[in-house]
């Protein structure tokens, strides 16, 4: 009798307790992560649904050979095909011809195929790759618009706050379901965001209370949903998302929430890299102003001597060649006089 009262009462803790968002980085993602140089990557691709996470994989296997299989049921992941497990994904990729084939292993070349539509320039096509270098070639090239649309755009990724954060607070909330969940809320330059219910995160620590003074290198907005968000709904092939947050409501989950966040000074993503590098649009006039003074003096140093300049250099060359002619003249004479003294 005790024993069913304590099993109802253990149920009854769990059916009212609030389930806490569960935040992912290479400590809990995947089990092996912590072998593999491509850790970041793989955390980035993950939040892409390019990569699958616990629910088909438990390890990411950095130094195995990727064979076209396995690519095949990636695809097939990332596309939201039907299937419960990547043999039934790889089938179903191949089938809508996502990638035309899932024999043998993975090459650069099928790789661009079936996830950059073969428009990506390739130094070595045919070569294959690692699971390791498949992570780092994809995620350099999250950004490559193809269609109009790059991997971030698909996913429905859209630009979120960075700077310090100031502030992080703890909620109760309720899902679309009605389900109660635990919701983390940061505080960036005043301003409020909501972290999603499973996001992943460049970060040290998978407890957000931990990162309040921390700063914010980047993040994405993305869908919210109460399952895993790796597996998010794409945005349409001839749009990409524009959703933006449209305020947090004090009862329910948002919408749209911080997907991926990177807590340090450097962003992860490659575009975002190149856009620290750029000028801005205050000093863009400026270093037009210096190209064309760079220009102008390039071209003085270049540019054909004038008349009078010609002139003056003939005139010396005339008037060094009479010396030389005057100077051996007078050697010459002078070698003829002593030799006919010496007759004598």
């Known amino acids: ?21 569960h935040v992912m980085n290479e400590t809990n993602l995947l089990e092996d992560l912590s072998i593999t140089e491509a850790a970041q990557e ?22 195995d050979t990727l064979t076209a299989r396995d690519l095949a049921g990636w695809i097939g992941y990332y596309n939201r095909l039907e299937g419960k497990t990547l043999n039934e994904l790889s ?28 428009e990506l320039q390739l130094e070595n096509p045919n070569e294959q790759l690692t699971h390791d270098e498949f992570a780092k070639f994809v995620a350099a090239h999250v950004h490559k618009k193809v269609n109009g649309l790059s991997l971030m755009d698909k996913a429905g990724f859209t630009s979120g706050p960075t700077g310090v954060i100031e502030r992080v607070e703890r909620k109760t909330k309720k899902t679309p379901k009605g389900e109660n969940v635990n919701v983390y809320q940061l505080t960036i330059d ?27 290198a980047e993040s994405w907005y993305g869908s919210n949903f109460d399952t895993d968000t790796a597996r998010h709904l794409h945005q ?62 390039s071209s003085l140093t270049t540019q054909p001597k004038s008349v009078e300049e010609s002139s003056i250099s003939t005139t010396n060359k ?22 006919k003294n010496s007759l004598k």
Not at 273 to 281: D, G, L, N, V
């Open 1 to 21: 009798m005790f024993k069913k009262v304590g099993i109802l009462f253990s149920i009854l803790i769990l059916t009212t307790t609030p389930a806490f968002a």
């Open 91 to 118: 089938k179903a990729a191949v089938e809508e011809g996502l990638i035309s084939t899932m024999e043998g292993n993975a090459t650069y070349s099928l790789v661009n195929e079936a996830f950059f539509l073969g």
């Open 42 to 63: 793989v955390v980035l691709l993950s939040a892409l649904g390019v990569i699958p996470s616990q629910d088909m994989e438990q390890t990411f296997r950095p130094l």
């Open 318 to 339: 005339s008037g060094f060649l009479a010396i030389g002619i005057v100077l051996i003249g007078g050697l010459l004479a002078y070698g003829f006089h002593k030799r």
């Open 190 to 216: 005043g301003k409020l965001f909501e972290l999603g219910l499973h996001p992943r995160a460049i970060a040290d620590s998978v407890d957000p209370l931990v990162w309040q003074g921390q700063h914010i």
């Open 236 to 297: 349409d092939e001839d749009k990409a998302s524009n959703e933006q947050p449209v305020g947090i409501s004090e009862d329910t989950v948002a919408d749209i929430a911080l997907q991926f966040i990177v807590i340090g000074d450097r962003s992860v993503t490659p575009v975002l890299q190149a856009e620290e590098k750029a000028f801005t649009e205050e000093q863009i006039p400026q270093v037009v102003e210096t190209a064309k003074l760079d220009e102008q003096l």
